[in-house]
């Protein structure tokens, strides 16, 4: 059974920062891409950032230079370092993986964490 379980999300002002964990428990965590979405009100869940098991990673434009995704295969973790916050980066924060069996895709969520930035 795999779980995702986030956390480091909180208040901040505009200009500042914070860095969300997601520690998964997974076996092989190495092999697998982890990724970063995000949901703010009345909005549909969009693609922040991945890293795959290169360590290539890939960010959405609105991120690109602000945010850095990385990963620490000995813990099991992947981090989103989340520099020069603007308010419209406020919304739920979620982490994301997903697995292949038997031909089928199965996606994994974790719970979300809440990031609000202040103007």
């Known amino acids: 059974q795999v779980q995702l379980v986030e956390s480091g999300g909180g208040l901040v002002q505009s200009g500042g920062s914070l860095r969300l964990s997601c520690t998964a428990t997974?076996?092989?965590?190495?092999?697998?891409?982890m990724g970063w979405y995000r949901q703010a009100p009345g909005k549909q869940r969009e693609l922040v950032a991945v890293?795959?098991?290169?360590?290539?990673?890939n960010y959405a434009d609105f991120v690109k230079g602000r945010f850095t995704i990385s990963r620490d295969n000995t813990k099991n973790t992947v981090y989103l370092q989340m520099n020069s916050l603007e308010p419209e980066d406020t919304a739920v924060y979620y982490c994301?993986?997903?697995?292949?069996?038997?031909?089928?895709?199965?996606?994994?969520w974790g719970q979300g964490t809440q990031v609000t930035v202040s103007s």
């Open positions: 890293i795959d098991s290169l360590e290539t990673t």
């Open positions: 997974i076996t092989r965590f190495s092999d697998n891409a």
């Open positions: 994301h993986t997903d697995r292949w069996s038997w031909s089928r895709k199965y996606d994994y």
